[in-house]
């Protein structure tokens, strides 16, 4: 979780790093797999996926290379800093 991120909300520790070790162990080939897996997840354009976590307290917003299972996060804040963003963009 990246060191700003954390300071500012360190209550968002436990539920991100869950979410990592589920992550860690998936193996996705198609977004409709990250939708089965996670069913709150929003599937945006751009194989780019938004996780609501912490109990719907901030976002992740990742970036996914399906035929190599890499996962890339684009965006971690709360919802305020996610209404900032573009999220197509980032």
């Not at 979780?1 to 860690?24: D, T």
């Not at 599937?43 to 609501?52: A, D, E, Q, S």
Request: with cysteine; charged share 20%; glycine share 6%.
């Amino acid at each position: 979780m990246p060191g700003n991120f954390r300071k500012r909300y360190p209550k968002a520790k436990g539920p991100l790093e869950a979410w990592y070790q589920e992550v860690v162990h998936a193996d996705w080939v198609t977004s409709s797999a990250v939708k089965a897996h996670f069913r709150s997840a929003s599937i945006l354009m751009g194989n780019r996926v938004v996780f609501n976590v912490s109990g719907n307290q901030c976002r992740l917003v990742v970036k996914i290379n399906y035929p190599y299972r890499v996962v890339h996060v684009r965006f971690i804040g709360t919802h305020a800093e996610y209404d900032a963003i573009d999220v197509t963009t980032i």
